[in-house]
């Protein structure tokens, strides 16, 4: 079974500040994949970045960068100098690497993230 | 620009209506989803396809049916819908192989019961 935990359900940050989402993670599955997605307030769930649990260095891309702390089964999402585009919801998802895993991507509760001027 | 698109956007229907909503991918891809997402809740997997072979079904009731006609394309057929129904439903595709194998999404649909 997985679980994937986000306590964070809102977060305000001032615009061109660093923030970070929580991500916690549990599973029985030997290896794995984190992902994060963004959910601007139009609906579609834009994939940002994706951790593998084999992966010897944090994943970065652009702007995202994932501290990814595999003893505490941890993921958490670091959005640098943030934007006013960057408000959204942000949902914390993984998936077993296995074959019944496959397909099967588990979500988090999301948290919804505010960029203030 | 989404490779994923969705329609009808919105919908709007009576518990007795059958309706059905369309998802078309332009990414080549092998494998397609649905997901349901209500207020409230995390996006619940409802169908996965491969190769337009279903090969996961998460207990959905009978009144959601999807159909996956060829890897481009896939549906979901609703009838006799019950207010509780009432939420985004998303489509997502993936090329169905690799390790990563990320999930590229559509719009939505948001769909309400009256």
Redesign the interface.
């Known amino acids: 079974a997985q679980k ?1 935990t986000q306590t964070q359900p809102g977060m305000f940050v001032q615009e061109k500040e660093a923030v970070t989402l929580d991500c916690t993670y549990d599973t029985s599955d030997p290896s794995y ?1 984190l ?1 994060w ?1 963004k959910q601007p307030s ?6 940002l970045i ?1 951790q ?1 649990s084999y992966d010897q260095q944090n994943a970065t891309e652009g702007r995202y960068s994932l501290n990814f702390q595999k003893a505490r089964k941890s993921a958490n999402l670091v959005i640098s100098a943030s934007q006013l585009g960057d408000s959204a919801m942000y ?1 914390c998802a993984m ?1 077993g ?1 296995t074959t019944d895993s ?9 948290t919804q993230v505010v960029v203030t001027p | 620009e ?1 490779g994923v698109t969705q329609t009808p956007r919105h919908l709007v229907m009576g518990m007795t209506n059958k309706k059905s909503l369309k998802c078309e991918q332009h990414l080549g891809h092998n ?1 397609m ?1 649905w997901y349901k997402q209500s207020a409230k ?3 619940e ?1 409802m169908f ?1 396809y ?1 190769l337009e072979e279903r ?2 079904n998460n207990s959905v009731p009978s009144r959601f049916s999807p159909e996956c006609p060829n890897s481009s394309h896939l549906f979901l057929h609703l009838h006799t819908l019950q207010p509780e129904d009432s939420a ?1 439903y ?1 489509c ?1 595709s ?1 090329t ?1 192989t690799g ?10 649909t ?1 769909l309400t019961v009256t």
Not at chain 1, 42 to 47: A, D, K, L, P, T
Not at chain 1, 102 to 110: E, I, P
Request: charged share 20%.
């Open positions: 994937i994949g992902f997605y139009s609906g579609e769930m834009i994939f994706y593998g949902f998936r690497l496959w397909g099967k991507l588990q979500f988090g509760a999301g | 989404t494998a989803y809740k995390p996006l997997l996965v491969s090969v996961e985004l998303l997502a993936s169905g390790i990563r194998d990320e999930q590229y999404f559509g719009p939505g948001r």
